[in-house]
């Protein structure tokens, strides 16, 4: 995949929660890949999983029912939520 400078990405982000984030200009990451090595690699990583899972999931949800599509997503929220000591002791 190559970015052009200037280039519009076509997704966005939504905190559930407050946050924090920082953010990094996008002509800042070559330098910054190519001065660091290592976070470089550890940037395509995680873009690499993230990319996948992406993918695995809109594959998959655009393969079910409307029912399967319902209970997949509430099974994924149900997994992302941190576990409480009221999910703990039943």
């Known amino acids: 995949m190559q970015f052009k400078p200037g280039a519009v990405m076509n997704y966005s982000a939504q ?4 946050a924090i984030i920082g953010i ?12 660091n090595p290592e976070i470089g690699m550890q940037l ?5 999983q993230d990319r996948n899972f992406a993918y695995d999931h809109l594959s998959s949800m655009g393969r079910r ?13 149900f ?9 703990t002791s039943r």
């Open 15 to 18: 905190a559930l929660t407050d």
């Open 65 to 77: 029912s409307a029912r399967g599509r319902v209970a997949y997503s509430l099974l994924e929220l």
């Open 44 to 48: 395509a990583s995680v873009i690499l």
């Open 24 to 35: 990094i200009p996008h002509e800042s990451l070559g330098c910054l890949s190519w001065d």
């Open 79 to 87: 997994v992302s939520i941190p576990a409480s000591p009221a999910r």
